[in-house]
């Protein structure tokens, strides 16, 4: 077995909704391995966003502990949340979120200027196919090429554990699996964690393990022993 | 009516910057109609004074003229009425001699009906004929706390005598007192006006009997004031014509009128500013509205709204708070605007006039909100027209990111990191955004600059130049006329406080150059002259010489003449009074009070024909600083009863005088330049906001990457800075041109503003501009800490 990279026990998050408390997780232990690419499955509302959150430090858990490593990332202030982020935890988003001022190069040396062992930036444009893209815009970018360079974004930084939020989610069905397969070569090639989340049942097929959450718990969990290749994922 | 109650809603969700337009819009409206109203209550009362109390239209100063040839001035072409009057001013006799108080005794025709410049009496009663009783201005009065039938013990024709004071009264002539011309404050308590009827007056001054020394007159419809002078010139040669001028130039006027001016002018630049301030908050909120509820506009679209209907229902928003915002600023207004004439009127003592309730005035102020806030609500919400019903049920179209001009230039595009060169971008992707932060921060800029020089150069020097570095007597003994100078010098010489004693002779002059001409007083000097020193630009000293003249720079360019130029001069003074003379300029120097012409005191003997004369004395004591205020007294003391002496003044009283007025201005420049401040304060903090709303996905996402809140928020300041140092770049010399022009437009024949500003005056504007933008974006930063990542980045574009 594989050693955990990521601890969490316990997790729970209320946010306050106007004048009542909403329990997005209600008590969620999960643990994750390095070089796993763990898909977390759910419908609208279940927590997986939340729990994404709370993994890559942009938000923190109300109650319960998430250990990264001897780091205890429930107790960490804004600054530590600030290098957490930027060190270890890569995010990729259905919208790409990329700043549409910055060509794709200066958009994947914006992740690796402030990271402390960056990969190659050039190196990075050749692997997700964009070397000949490197100096458009986003808005001359289509949706699977922008998506591409926010992985390249995220990988930029080198971080140890990648987070990608319905990163199909805007894109057709060959684009959509050849962000998957980058995805899964990356783990492969440079050892990353991948948590991938996303409400479409047949992109878990190629998970290592399929987390499944309903209404702020898990359901259910299943060890995937023989993932499919991303060019098999159909929707 | 639905959707009335949208807007109720949405406004009630961003109270905060609704609200802040709107007290913006209450203040500007305020201003508006408070200094509007006050200025037009000003400007009737000064009307009705003017009316009632037949304020004349030209004066005249001369040396006497018989009191039965006012008639045939009376009968002139072009004259409508004329009145003759003496008028004298006196020293009061004060017990301890400590400060000198003066009077000016104006002469009243009992017996003349509708004279001109009459007084309106306030309290007391009639005057008799040969009594020496009077009617004191009301400053005079209260600032010494007068009583009716009190007596005032005046020095006049070498003798002390008791005035009575009979009334109190106020004079179109003298709403604003001034004792002379170059003064730049009154003091009531030193100076004040006594009408005092002729008969008595005549008594007073034997010399003359029957005679006055001014005349006042009006003309009639359609009469040409400068004709009507050149008549009178040839007319009243005789009687030695000291000057005729307009309403124009008579000094009360001139200051009233200016001050009524300011007031409006008041009344205009602060609502202009902050109705502007009001109307970009307005366009944001509305820009920024209109593209969050683009789904919602799609919405009503689709369900058959008509694109007027929407853009009526988001143009209603700016329209609700300029009608509440107007209604409320303009009540306000008209509520503070008869407080605010109060405090006028006590400063000028004109007789008041109020104004109650006007709908206009309502209307008005209603009216110029409605047009300015919905001037920016129209351009904040215009994209609802563009937008057809699918576009507006989609999320735009990521913004178009483009290289900037300046990253055309390799090193410099080397030289940028990735947030610099957002930041460049983002200044040229928002042209409007950046257009405004420019110039609100070259404006601000340019106001500190221009305030903090005022303040610290050219207020000081103006004020202070004339009293410090021109004038370093201790005090200045004048006589009652021109008199033979040796004796009185060594007179003076020999007193045993006095080490140094110097004559000065001021000769009223004419100068003339080709068709122009100009009335000054050219002031003789002792060539080594060390109580009176004329200084260059650089502060050199200037001898005056023998040979030639003089001249102060604005009398110069006045004269339109330069060194090397030659003059003609006329003067009573001259042996024969109607010959004119030749004199050569030889040096042209500053002057910022008055306006004279200098030249050695032999050579203008030589050229008037006269023998040695002087008409005043400058005199140093012994032993430095520290007791020149007793020993002015003491010389007071001693001459108190000599019908030589017109007055002793001390130099250090004046300097007191004008620190004093100085402190009071002071507030004045401190507003200027809070309101430097506050503008380039609001300006960052508004553009900060603005920014942080616009791109907050952008910024969301730089914080996902793992950048601190400061290295997110450098982008944004990045950005602010480059505009900054560029605004402030040409904000400072915009500064120097304000002050030209304030200097320009300040500057009269009595005053010159100096208009030099100094690199401290715009280091200060830059750094004060620079210390608001730091602060404002240290409250901007504080908005940054608290965004939300997972809210925004959650949310759809």
């Known amino acids: 077995m594989a050693s955990s990279i990521l601890v969490g026990t316990g997790l729970k998050k209320r946010y306050r909704m106007g004048e009542v408390d909403v329990y997005a997780l209600k008590g969620v232990d999960f643990t994750l391995y390095k070089q796993e690419l763990v898909v977390v499955l759910g419908e609208s509302g279940s927590g997986k966003t939340t729990l994404v959150n709370l993994l890559g430090g942009m938000d923190q858990a109300t109650e319960g502990e998430l250990m990264f490593g001897e780091t205890a990332i429930h107790q960490c202030d804004e600054?530590?949340?600030?290098?957490?982020?930027?060190?270890?935890?890569?995010?990729?988003?259905?919208?790409?979120?990329?700043?549409?001022?910055?060509?794709?190069?200066?958009?994947?040396?914006?992740?690796?200027?402030?990271?402390?062992?960056?990969?190659?930036?050039?190196d990075l444009l050749e692997q997700v196919g964009l070397a000949d893209r490197a100096d458009h815009f986003p808005s001359q970018l289509s949706g699977g090429e922008q998506q591409r360079v926010a992985i390249a974004r995220a990988l930029a930084k080198n971080p140890r554990l990648l987070l990608a939020d319905e990163p199909t989610g805007a894109l057709d069905l060959p684009t959509g699996r050849h962000i998957l397969a980058l995805l899964r070569r990356f783990r492969d090639e440079y050892s990353k964690a991948v948590v991938l989340i996303t409400h479409n049942t047949n992109i878990s097929q190629l998970a290592d393990r399929i987390i499944y959450l309903k209404d702020g718990r898990i359901e259910w969990v299943h060890e995937n022993d023989s993932p499919i290749a991303p060019e098999e994922v159909n929707w | 009516m639905i959707l009335w109650r949208k807007m109720m809603r949405d406004m009630w969700g961003n109270l905060g910057s609704y609200l802040a337009c709107l007290v913006l819009v209450v203040i500007g409206m305020v201003a508006f109609l408070a200094f509007a109203i006050a200025s037009n209550n000003m400007a009737v009362s000064k009307d009705i004074l003017y009316r009632e109390q037949n304020f004349a239209e030209g004066f005249a100063e001369l040396v006497a003229m018989p009191e039965h040839y006012v008639e045939r001035v009376r009968r002139m072409d072009g004259v409508a009425q004329a009145t003759?009057?003496?008028?004298?001013?006196?020293?009061?006799?004060?017990?301890?001699?400590?400060?000198?108080?003066?009077?000016?005794?104006?002469?009243?025709?009992?017996?003349?009906?509708?004279?001109?410049?009459?007084?309106?009496?306030?309290?007391?009663?009639?005057l008799a004929a040969r009594e020496l009783k009077g009617w004191l201005d009301q400053r005079f009065f209260h600032a010494n706390d007068l009583e009716l039938g009190e007596t005032i013990r005046i020095i006049a024709g070498g003798r002390v005598r008791e005035l009575v004071v009979g009334g109190v009264g106020t004079s179109p002539e003298f709403v604003y007192p001034m004792r002379t011309e170059a003064e730049i404050y009154t003091d009531p308590q030193r100076f004040g006006i006594a009408f005092v009827p002729a008969q008595a007056m005549w008594q007073l001054f034997t010399d003359y009997d029957r005679a006055f020394n001014s005349l006042v007159f009006s003309l009639e419809p359609g009469a040409d004031f400068e004709r009507v002078k050149e008549r009178l010139e040839l007319e009243l040669e005789r009687f030695g014509v000291?000057?005729?001028?307009?309403?124009?130039?008579?000094?009360?006027?001139?200051?009233?009128?200016?001050?009524?001016?300011?007031?409006?002018?008041?009344?205009?630049?602060?609502?202009?500013?902050?109705?502007?301030?009001?109307?970009?908050?307005?366009?944001?909120?509305?820009?920024?509205?209109?593209?969050?509820?683009?789904?919602?506009?799609?919405?009503?679209?689709?369900?058959?709204?008509?694109?007027?209907?929407?853009?009526?229902?988001?143009?209603?928003?700016?329209?609700?708070?300029?009608?509440?915002?107007?209604?409320?600023?303009?009540?306000?207004?008209?509520?503070?605007?008869?407080?605010?004439?109060?405090?006028?009127?006590?400063?000028?003592?004109?007789?008041?006039?109020?104004?109650?309730?006007?709908?206009?005035?309502?209307?008005?102020?209603?009216?110029?909100?409605?047009?300015?806030?919905?001037?920016?609500?129209?351009?904040?919400?215009?994209?609802?027209?563009?937008?057809?019903?699918?576009?507006?049920?989609?999320?735009?179209?990521?913004?178009?990111?483009?290289?900037?001009?300046?990253?055309?230039?390799?090193l410099l595009a080397r030289m940028l990191t990735v947030q610099g060169k957002m930041a460049l971008r983002n200044i040229s992707r928002s042209r409007s955004r950046t257009a405004f932060v420019f110039f609100g921060l070259m404006i601000s800029c340019a106001m500190v600059a221009f305030t903090w020089a005022l303040a610290t150069e050219a207020m000081p020097k103006f004020m202070f130049y004339q009293y410090e570095q021109v004038e370093t007597h201790d005090a200045k003994i004048t006589l009652d006329g021109p008199r033979r100078r040796h004796s009185i010098h060594r007179e003076l010489q020999g007193l045993p406080d006095v080490s140094l004693a110097e004559p000065m002779a001021e000769v009223p002059v004419k100068l003339s150059h080709r068709w122009r001409r100009e009335n000054v007083l050219l002031i003789g000097l002792l060539p080594q002259a060390r109580l009176y020193n004329i200084l260059d630009v650089d502060g050199r000293r200037v001898i005056p010489g023998d040979d030639g003249l003089l001249l102060s720079q604005r009398l110069a360019d006045n004269l339109a003449v330069g060194i090397g130029d030659t003059v003609e001069l006329e003067s009573l003074y001259l042996r024969d009074i109607y010959d004119k003379v030749e004199v050569d300029v030889v040096a042209i120097v500053p002057q910022y009070m008055g306006m004279n012409a200098y030249m050695g005191i032999a050579g203008l003997e030589e050229l008037l024909g006269q023998e040695a004369f002087a008409t005043s004395f400058l005199v140093e004591f012994v032993g430095g600083p520290g007791p020149e205020r007793e020993r002015v007294t003491a010389l007071r003391e001693l001459y108190r009863e000599s019908d030589l002496l017109a007055g002793v003044d001390s130099r250090l009283e004046q300097l007191d005088l004008m620190v004093e007025y100085w402190e009071e201005a002071g507030w004045i420049i401190v507003l200027y330049v809070a309101i430097g401040v506050v503008f380039s304060f609001a300006i960052i903090y508004i553009s900060s906001l603005v920014v942080l709303s616009e791109r907050q996905r952008e910024l969301a996402s730089m914080r996902v990457l793992g950048m601190s809140s400061g290295e997110v928020f450098s982008v944004i300041t990045f950005e602010q800075w480059l505009i900054g140092v560029v605004a402030v770049v040409a904000g400072a010399p915009l500064g120097r041109v304000i002050l030209g022009a304030f200097a320009q437009s300040w500057s009269t024949d009595m005053y010159t503003m100096p208009a030099e500003m100094s690199a401290q005056s715009l280091l200060a504007g830059v750094a004060i501009t620079f210390a608001a933008i730091w602060a404002s974006q240290r409250f901007a930063l504080r908005k940054i800490r608290r965004l939300s990542m997972v809210a925004v980045l959650k949310a759809r574009e």
């Open chain 1, 79 to 122: 600054d530590e949340l600030t290098e957490y982020r930027r060190n270890q935890v890569g995010f990729i988003f259905q919208f790409y979120n990329l700043m549409p001022n910055l060509t794709a190069r200066e958009n994947i040396s914006l992740g690796a200027q402030i990271a402390s062992d960056p990969l190659d930036v050039q």
């Open chain 2, 84 to 126: 003759g009057r003496l008028v004298r001013d006196v020293q009061v006799y004060d017990a301890e001699g400590a400060a000198s108080v003066y009077l000016r005794l104006v002469s009243l025709d009992l017996q003349e009906h509708g004279r001109l410049n009459d007084v309106l009496l306030l309290k007391g009663e009639p």
């Open chain 2, 242 to 410: 000291l000057e005729i001028y307009p309403r124009v130039d008579q000094t009360s006027h001139f200051v009233l009128t200016e001050e009524i001016e300011v007031i409006n002018t008041m009344a205009t630049f602060f609502p202009v500013i902050i109705l502007m301030v009001a109307g970009f908050i307005i366009y944001i909120v509305l820009r920024r509205l209109v593209e969050q509820q683009r789904g919602q506009i799609g919405i009503l679209k689709a369900f058959g709204y008509g694109k007027r209907q929407i853009m009526f229902h988001y143009l209603s928003y700016s329209l609700a708070l300029a009608a509440v915002g107007g209604a409320l600023g303009g009540l306000i207004g008209m509520w503070l605007a008869n407080p605010l004439t109060d405090m006028l009127y006590e400063f000028f003592h004109l007789p008041p006039v109020y104004t109650g309730f006007s709908a206009s005035a309502l209307a008005t102020s209603i009216l110029i909100c409605v047009g300015v806030l919905g001037f920016a609500g129209y351009h904040g919400c215009k994209a609802v027209l563009r937008l057809t019903p699918v576009e507006a049920m989609q999320p735009p179209a990521p913004p178009v990111g483009r290289r900037n001009l300046l990253e055309k230039f390799p």
